[in-house]
T-cell receptor
């Protein structure tokens, strides 16, 4: 298993500003992912955070809007840039300690409200 | 069309009832299947994996029909604590561990 700490747990931001969410894992993991869960929706994968290289973004998500850092195997950040109310969502960091099981462990999420 | 489709519910059932959730997936190359549980305002957590032969964990039974691209979850003797959203999850092949989540089925067990 893995214990994941995310912060901030929630924030209210003004339109046009940027927010950086941090994700800390209690063990080294190869794969870290960032998901978004909009109100009433399921989880959508934003990107895979790769250690030592650029993140791999899913269709519909771009680096300029969601820059990601992964400086080591236990830490990652996701920035939501130039925010608009449509970015209001829960952002979840997740890790997969074992590629065999396919199980994901999630942080508690960062609930973002953009005014 | 969504890659993983579920009936959003809500399913309102009395304690002790048996309830079944269904899920269909569109990508025939999908290799692994899971049910996750998400409590209100909490993160998702793995409930159980779904194996081709079907598998059971206590009151929970999961089944997979690859030919029909269909997954099910059966909960017997429902408890109040089973109230949650149940997410059907599909993993593509390869080493990326990319999981595709359904929108979830909301279960409310009534006393």
């Amino acid at each position: 298993s893995a214990v994941i700490s995310q912060k901030p747990s929630r924030d209210i931001c003004q339109r046009g500003t940027s927010l950086t969410i941090q994700c800390q894992v209690d063990s080294q993991v190869t794969m870290m992912f960032w998901y978004r869960q909009q109100p009433g929706q399921s989880l959508t994968l934003i990107a895979t955070a790769n250690q030592g290289s650029e993140a791999t973004y899913e269709s519909g998500f771009v680096i300029d809007k969601f820059p990601i850092s992964r400086p080591n195997l236990t830490f990652s950040t996701l920035t939501v840039s130039n925010m608009s109310p449509e970015d209001s969502s829960i952002y979840l960091c997740s890790v997969s300690p074992s590629s065999n099981t396919g199980e994901l462990f999630f942080g508690e999420g960062s609930r973002l409200t953009v005014l | 069309r969504k890659e993983v489709e579920q009936d959003p519910g809500p399913f309102n059932v009395p304690e002790g009832a048996t309830v079944a959730f269904n899920c269909t997936y569109s990508n025939s190359a999908s290799q692994s299947f899971f049910w996750y549980r998400q409590d209100c305002r909490k993160e998702p957590k793995l409930l159980m994996s779904v194996y081709s032969s079907g598998n059971e964990d206590g009151r929970f039974t999961a089944q997979l029909n690859r030919a029909s691209q269909y997954i099910s979850l059966l909960i017997r003797d429902s408890k109040l604590s089973d109230s949650a959203t149940y997410l059907c999850v599909v993993k593509h092949g390869g080493a990326t561990n990319k999981l595709i989540f359904g929108t979830g089925t909301l279960l409310a067990v009534q006393p």
